[in-house]
């Protein structure tokens, strides 16, 4: 289980002002659940996705895991615990396969038929995929679906995803959505948290956080919360988006 309790977060503007991202947080992630965090732009959602995995250091506050506070641990040592990050926009990583990063990933010798179990759950031909480089060459869909490959080889105890959907096309966010609502039906000792504002993966959460201005202002069971946020900001059906640009 996460928690996180009373978390505060600023930053130093160019003007020497301290300026509040998150204020005095506080929610909980429970084991087989998976919590979709929205909110309008600029709220704070993914500065808390970056202090869940040890890229911010709060000001003040706990983020507790299975009840140790990892606020002083480092990013690596918050991976060997299990948390896994996948970022808004892939790493690529040139002269490095794909088959390599899930084998990194993974921390064991892993098979090619192995490694294709991975890619073919998140609906990549893996024979295709298997020797390419995870570079230039692959478009943001792909990269975004291989690095949920690497999450899941990984069999991480939280996994956080920031955005998932940003800057990939209306097919491949279709098949985004059905890897995640495979992940959500196969989740045993874990939990998941995705950053989102798109209501098709609202759709398919246990509980919605909604952050504005740092703030928590709604927090409960999607049943609850999702009909408070249709037809706001915080809830924008990528469909919606893209016809409003027709």
């Given at each position: 289980?996460?928690?996180?309790?009373?978390?505060?977060?600023?930053?130093?503007?160019?003007?020497?002002?301290?300026?509040?991202?998150?204020?005095?947080?506080?929610?909980?992630?429970?084991d087989?659940?998976l919590?979709?965090v929205?909110?309008?732009?600029?709220?704070?959602?993914?500065?808390?996705a970056?202090?869940?995995?040890?890229?911010?250091?709060?000001?003040?506050?706990?983020?507790?895991?299975?009840?140790?506070d990892?606020?002083?641990m480092?990013?690596?040592?918050?991976?060997?615990?299990?948390?896994?990050?996948?970022?808004?926009q892939?790493?690529?990583?040139?002269?490095?396969?794909?088959?390599?990063?899930?084998?990194i990933?993974?921390?064991?010798?892993?098979?090619?038929?192995?490694?294709?179990e991975?890619?073919?759950?998140?609906?990549?031909c893996?024979w295709?995929?298997?020797y390419?480089?995870?570079?230039?060459?692959?478009?943001?869909?792909?990269?975004?679906?291989?690095?949920?490959?690497?999450?899941?080889?990984r069999?991480?105890?939280?996994?956080?995803?920031?955005?998932p959907?940003?800057?990939?096309?209306?097919?491949?966010?279709?098949n985004?959505?059905?890897?995640?609502?495979?992940?959500?039906?196969?989740?045993?000792?874990?939990?998941?948290?995705?950053?989102?504002?798109?209501e098709?993966?609202?759709?398919?959460?246990?509980?919605?956080?909604?952050?504005?201005?740092?703030?928590?202002?709604?927090?409960?069971?999607?049943?609850?919360?999702?009909?408070?946020?249709?037809?706001?900001?915080?809830?924008?059906?990528?469909?919606?988006?893209?016809?409003?640009?027709?």
């Amino acid at each position: 289980m996460l928690e996180i309790k009373d978390l505060s977060y600023s930053v130093t503007d160019e003007d020497g002002s301290r300026r509040e991202i998150i204020k005095d947080l506080s929610l909980t992630v429970e084991d087989r659940k998976l919590l979709v965090v929205t909110g309008p732009n600029g709220g704070g959602k993914s500065t808390l996705a970056k202090l869940i995995t040890g890229i911010e250091t709060p000001d003040k506050g706990q983020i507790l895991l299975d009840g140790q506070d990892i606020c002083g641990m480092s990013i690596t040592e918050r991976a060997r615990l299990g948390i896994g990050f996948a970022f808004q926009q892939p790493v690529r990583f040139k002269g490095i396969r794909v088959y390599d990063l899930l084998r990194i990933a993974s921390g064991k010798k892993l098979s090619p038929a192995e490694a294709c179990e991975y890619l073919s759950s998140v609906g990549l031909c893996a024979w295709d995929y298997l020797y390419r480089e995870a570079n230039s060459s692959l478009s943001g869909g792909e990269l975004k679906r291989i690095e949920i490959a690497t999450v899941l080889a990984r069999g991480t105890r939280l996994s956080v995803f920031d955005e998932p959907e940003a800057g990939i096309d209306l097919w491949s966010f279709q098949n985004l959505i059905k890897v995640f609502e495979m992940m959500r039906k196969n989740i045993k000792d874990s939990s998941m948290v995705i950053i989102s504002h798109q209501e098709r993966i609202l759709n398919i959460a246990d509980d919605i956080a909604v952050i504005s201005d740092g703030c928590l202002s709604a927090y409960g069971p999607r049943e609850e919360i999702l009909p408070q946020l249709l037809g706001t900001d915080s809830a924008m059906d990528v469909c919606d988006r893209l016809r409003s640009t027709i």
